[in-house]
């Protein structure tokens, strides 16, 4: 957690009140932008905050620009999936991290919401992916497999399943690949660079599934009543987006993560403030930039430039109050049916 001390400014000089004297150019972790705000009389002196990092192309444009454009000596940044930084973050181990949108709901009273920002979608996400073997509609009462990496896009699969579809379906857990788990179960919910590689994988109708057609390639492209535009491979793997499912039942957006902080690490305001402005900057300079950031992402070697631009542009990274009208929502539909 952060570290806090209290110290006085006395003209080029910290003088720390617990400690005797410091020298200005100790605490200078501030960029040039910033560093007009050691000229008041009191400040605090803090050591790093630990920020969460989801490592998946969704988030990449930020996380890029934040380290090009700002000073981050004074973040150390922990890589990992949605769900493990949400326990993260709820057990106190991290102190900021763009974190499903489902942990914020069940724990409102731990957290400070960072305002503007989130990951949401206006319609098509194109990562937040069911891939079917069977008609959704027709998959009341069978057993269907989800991610372990996210919490927020099992909960929206739940609600559309239940909501819009008047079905119910036990959902299982697990890491295994499209492949094998297609192979035994009927549809298979993944998020993130799997969804958007493994989409790739079946519309190039290159997806082996042992006891299917291997000879498969891309069928159609439909419309479903109340669906999304959907990728009918010859397999019968039919591709459905959650969070144009969503959009076109409500007419809200969908927040599938927000920006959240540990309450208590507010208290150390200098940093926290930092951040925040750090974090606003990027997200303007990453939105402007987004062809040069693609060709730098890791998922280059698996999409074109274009389709990441493309995928990129498909994400709402602010939180406006039409997003808080979609997060509201969500937060209903998810009491309704006890999942937060």
Request: charged letters at 25%.
């Amino acid at each position: 957690m952060v570290g806090v001390s209290e110290t006085n400014l006395k003209g080029n000089h910290f003088k720390s009140i617990a400690k005797g004297g410091f020298d200005r150019a100790a605490f200078e972790f501030y960029n040039e932008r910033e560093k007009s705000i050691f000229s008041g009389e009191l400040c605090l002196i803090e050591r790093h905050l630990k920020i969460g990092r989801i490592h998946y192309t969704n988030l990449f444009p930020i996380f890029y620009m934040l380290e090009k454009t700002g000073d981050v000596s004074a973040y150390d940044f922990i890589e990992s999936v949605p769900s493990t930084l949400n326990r993260l973050l709820r057990d106190g181990e991290i102190d900021i991290s763009p974190s499903s949108s489902v942990e914020y709901l069940r724990n409102e009273d731990k957290y400070t919401l960072l305002e503007g920002h989130s990951i949401s979608s206006f319609g098509p996400v194109g990562s937040i992916l069911l891939f079917s073997i069977r008609p959704i509609e027709t998959l009341d009462g069978l057993t269907l497999l989800t991610t372990s990496q996210s919490e927020t896009s099992v909960a929206l699969l739940q609600i559309i399943l239940k909501k819009f579809y008047r079905i119910t379906c036990p959902l299982k857990s697990t890491d295994e690949p499209l492949s094998e788990g297609l192979e035994s179960f009927p549809a298979y919910l993944l998020i993130g660079d799997d969804a958007l590689i493994a989409k790739k994988t079946v519309t190039n109708g290159s997806l082996l599934i042992p006891g299917k057609d291997q000879n498969a390639r891309l069928g159609k492209f439909c419309l479903e009543p109340n669906a999304s535009p959907v990728a009918t491979h010859a397999s019968r793997i039919t591709i459905y987006d959650l969070g144009d499912i969503w959009q076109r039942n409500t007419h809200f957006p969908f927040v599938f993560a927000l920006w959240i902080a540990r309450k208590e690490c507010c208290t150390a305001k200098l940093v926290f403030e930092r951040f925040k402005n750090d974090l606003a900057f990027a997200k303007i300079q990453a939105l402007k930039d987004l062809r040069t950031i693609a060709r730098e992402s890791p998922l280059r070697a698996m999409l074109s430039e274009d389709e990441i631009v493309s995928y990129w542009q498909g994400i709402s990274y602010d939180l406006t109050r039409e997003h808080k009208k979609g997060l509201e929502l969500f937060r209903k539909y998810a009491g309704e049916l006890k999942l937060i």
